[in-house]
């Protein structure tokens, strides 16, 4: 059977489902796309997805609701002709509101995944805020963590060097990158003054004097966490800070803001648009591996 | 059981949540709404819904696929708490792409309808394009007609009136305005040229000379045919020209071009942002009438 991939609508989309196919060795299929004058989308398969495992690549940037509508229209198109329908989200937006944080609020990324269950057998994501939520996905789903992928590619020969993670919910993606690079790692406690309110932040044990140090993490935002982490590490002593992240959405110029505070390096995966001076590193190939087990 | 209205994310939707609520005797409920940096939509209900009848009114305006997923969050984080929910969408997005007009598109309606269903048990609409969509939503739902609500608001006194419907598809619109008027009612037929490829169009039987013409019809975009109905009306004798929509888009100042073409009034209902002398009939009675058996 063949396996075809359709890359979404917006260019990072195009980027890694080149890649995926390349990868995977898949006929590409690239959607007829266009804006209606009143704002309405409009997508057309121009390939043949009849008797066909069909992969959609729709990495959810900004506009985030309209990747998601396409997602879904892209899923109209094919659900009643391909064998398969397989949706990969390299990012997956609204995978932070994972749950009811006050009152009265929804679930976003329930909303989202059991829209995309309706059209979708299978869903490959890239690093997903919480593991937990593809639940919310009524089918079969996997989650990559690029983080081994990245080391690989980046290719780290420091031998003094440590991983961080900026809190311990998170202390997992730091424990399988020390596993892979052979080194120590640790996770940053908080702690707020009781009289200012200051929130001061500083690695649990590890002392970081003279060593290179990596900060894992899956999302950047406005990079406000790793700024302050970056400082103390600094005055601590570490030598080279570098960052490792899945998704670097880097708002407000937070990139310039890092590299201005210390940090030396920003690893990121090509899941969202990219920024200058961030190094990139393709996530095609790491889905087709990921891929492989269930296509064939 | 208490009705609740909730008004939606925009502010067309807010006017006529505030007005079905007002004539349903209703509580009236704003979600607290943000969009965060990256672009996300936030929304929270600061209101009670547990044991109540939750109406939610979300016009599906520009930008579209933000609407809709609004709607769908704003589903979810009703549909665990309230007795029964209902959807009012003034303006449904998307209806105009109901059929697979050519091989590899979606059903777009069948999408969004599809997704609507997971989350609300009822679902009211203003003029869909075509009323035979209304099968993809798996529930209940009603096509709620307004020309003759419009038409008791307008209270024309005319009386050498005619309804004319741009094509015989919407002949429909025309039979019932020109019943409720008392007065004659016919379509355009449109014949292309076989040599220039040239459309023409002129109504089928009427005879216009002297008359004051209503043209009817769901959605106005840019006003091509209109345009074109109304100089031929005029060339023929017609007296005034009144347009009556459910729908007004009105794209690229299409109201400054039908206004300068000879259409004395545009009348629509208020589902779409407003424009400059269009005169807007507010819906929100008319979706409490048509809603109080199901609330009852």
């Known amino acids: 059977m063949k396996n075809i991939v359709i890359s979404g609508t917006n260019s990072v989309s195009e980027e890694i489902a080149k890649s995926l196919a390349n990868s995977l060795s898949a006929e590409l299929c690239k959607p007829i796309y266009k804006v209606f004058p009143d704002g309405e989308s409009y997508v057309r398969l121009p390939c043949n997805v009849n008797d066909s495992k069909v992969i959609v690549v729709q990495s959810l940037i900004n506009p985030q609701d309209k990747s998601i509508i396409e997602a879904i229209l892209l899923g109209d198109a094919i659900k009643e002709k391909a064998v398969d329908q397989i949706l990969v989200t390299p990012y997956l937006a609204y995978s932070r509101q994972d749950k009811i944080f006050l009152e009265g609020e929804p679930i976003s990324i329930r909303a989202i995944l059991k829209m995309f269950s309706e059209y979708y057998n299978f869903l490959a994501t890239i690093e997903i805020h919480k593991e937990d939520s593809l639940k919310f996905f009524n089918k079969n789903s996997i989650n990559i963590r690029p983080y081994t992928y990245m080391a690989e590619k980046i290719n780290f020969d420091n031998k003094n060097i440590a991983v961080l993670s900026p809190d ?41 004097k003279g060593k290179d140090i990596i900060i894992v993490d899956d999302i950047i935002s406005t990079g406000g966490t790793i700024l302050k982490a970056t400082q103390i590490l600094k005055n601590q002593g570490a030598r080279n800070i570098y960052v490792i992240v899945s998704h670097a959405l880097l708002l407000e110029n937070a ?11 920003i690893y990121a995966t090509n899941t969202l648009p990219k920024k200058n001076k961030v190094d990139y590193i393709d996530v095609g190939p790491l889905i087709a591996k990921n891929l492989s087990a269930y296509l064939n």
Chains 1, 2 share one sequence.
């Not at 997992?172 to 908080?190: H, T, V």
């Not at 890092?258 to 390096?265: A, E, H, P, R």
């Open 168 to 208: 311990i919910g998170a202390i997992e993606r730091a424990k399988i990158l020390s596993s892979y690079l052979n080194c120590e790692y640790d996770y940053f406690i908080k702690t707020r003054d009781r009289i200012t309110g200051e929130v001061t932040m500083q690695p649990k044990q590890l002392d970081v």
């Open 255 to 265: 990139e310039e803001k890092l590299f201005s505070s210390g940090v030396n390096k």
